[in-house]
């Protein structure tokens, strides 16, 4: 019977960012010929074979990835091993970025226009 199913190598960290290439493999340490496999997103089926390649991420690819090995022994009884749960997170590429230089430059101007204020307020009142 199968046993040991795993997934890998998977990504560096769950989360990913979008346009990052991403292609998982399923493999089983113990199961005799022919093993099958089924991959699951959110226990929904998305794929069969042992590759899964989304190629470029993108945030709707996000969720719990399974992979489930089956083989059968003696034409009758069915053996499965179920993988351990992979979350994947695709972050959109440039968005945070964007709002942490888009918040500090707002910040910016604010003091740069507080100090004006402050300097012409006290420049008249001499």
Do not use: K
Not at 18 to 35: E, H, I, K, M
Not at 43 to 54: F, K, R, S
Not at 63 to 83: E, I, K, W
């Amino acid at each position: 019977p199968v046993a040991n199913a795993t997934i890998g190598p998977g990504p560096p960290s769950p989360q990913v960012r979008a346009g990052d290439p991403v292609t998982l493999r399923c493999s089983v340490q113990v199961g005799s010929a022919p093993v099958t496999f089924t991959w699951l997103r959110d226990g929904h089926e998305v794929a069969q074979g042992p590759l899964l390649a989304l190629g470029d991420a993108e945030p709707p690819h996000s969720g719990t990835y399974r992979c489930v090995a089956t083989n059968q022994l003696d034409g009758h009884r069915v053996f499965r091993a179920l993988s351990p749960e992979l979350e994947l997170v695709v972050t959109p590429r440039g968005h945070g970025g964007t709002v942490a230089a888009g918040v500090g430059g707002s910040v910016l101007l604010l003091l740069l226009l507080l100090g004006v204020i402050g300097g012409w307020h006290r420049w008249h009142r001499v």
